[in-house]
């Protein structure tokens, strides 16, 4: 089994930056995709950054494009999302997912495994 915990959520002003790290446990062996998803109040989930197991291929969803960026650290086991320029409308649960697979994966059922989520407020 994998675990996933997810860290840096917080509440900030509009402007400002989080930094959002996953740390990966458990059966860490082999190569795993990982990606991180948000969830807002009353709506589905949605993808918003992708990274494949050697990161050399990142994949964003354009709501954030310019704004976040993924990347990992394999020797810790940990994916980080950075995330700058925050607006109001980024305000969500932030998930991270992970699969042992060597493509870069965008959508919610191709994942295996899931954290707990982090919560993002973003403050007008």
């Known amino acids: 089994q994998v675990q996933l915990v997810e860290s840096g959520g917080g509440l900030v002003q509009a402007g400002g930056s989080l930094r959002l790290s996953c740390a990966r446990s458990?059966?860490?062996?082999?190569?795993?995709?990982m990606g991180w998803f948000r969830q807002a109040p009353g709506k589905e989930r949605e993808f918003v950054a992708a990274?494949?197991?050697?990161?050399?291929?990142?994949y964003y969803a354009d709501s954030i494009k310019g704004r976040f960026t993924i990347s990992r650290d394999n020797a810790k086991n940990t994916v980080y999302l950075q995330m700058n320029s925050l607006k109001p409308e980024d305000t969500a649960v932030y998930y991270c997912?992970?699969?042992?697979?060597?493509?870069?994966?965008?959508?919610?059922?191709?994942?295996?495994?899931w954290g707990q989520g982090t919560q993002v407020t973003v403050s007008s």
């Open positions: 458990g059966r860490t062996f082999g190569s795993y995709a």
């Open positions: 990274i494949n197991w050697s990161a050399s291929d990142t």
């Open positions: 997912a992970a699969k042992n697979t060597y493509a870069t994966l965008t959508t919610t059922w191709e994942y295996d495994y």
